[in-house]
């Protein structure tokens, strides 16, 4: 899938996850975090890759985004249930680094995070391509499995930039709109 999905799928599956389960006893802050990592977490499995949108979106990222990938390949560790645990367990230690008067909470930013990365690989799994999600293991998996992947949607292709980004985009109103007391209990505390 290209970034624009990602994203959109990050928020909507990372937010999702907040505003659907968990209380309204957060601060603010907790709120716009988990915004914010729901976007990092949906970007950063293709971080590996120079052309990526996470490169577009920090300062100097296009440098860095072509240092990094001639020594990495595209859809490797990062788009695997270990780069999954290994991004969770970083994310938790710098939020952990947070001064607490910022009153993040912890423990559900993480989790919408790890959402959103898992978001990111559950989608590339419905590509052509697969993913190498049991790396080291270096063999890729889709869904549909072989010899069904014909049906697999081809990334930047017509049914993911009209059908799955509209509907995707569909969501995030629907999302909004059905939880827009809760938001609104959230933001004006
Ligand atoms: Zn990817």
Known sequence: MTGKTHRVIGLLAGGGYFLALSNATYQPATLSAVIVVSYLGSLIPDAD???????????????VGKITDPFLKHRNISHS??????????????????????????????????????SHLLTDAFTVEGIPIFWPWHRMFGIPPKPFDGIRIETGGWFENIIIFSLVNIGVIFLVISYWQKIKFLILK
């Open 81 to 118: 249930l270990i780069g999954l645990i290994i991004y969770t367990i970083i994310v938790y230690m710098i939020l952990n680094l947070m001064p607490s008067y910022w009153s993040i909470s912890i423990l559900p930013v993480t989790i919408a995070t790890s959402i959103a990365y898992a």
């Open 49 to 63: 890759d120079a052309g990526a949108d996470i490169w577009h979106s920090i300062p100097l990222g296009h440098t």
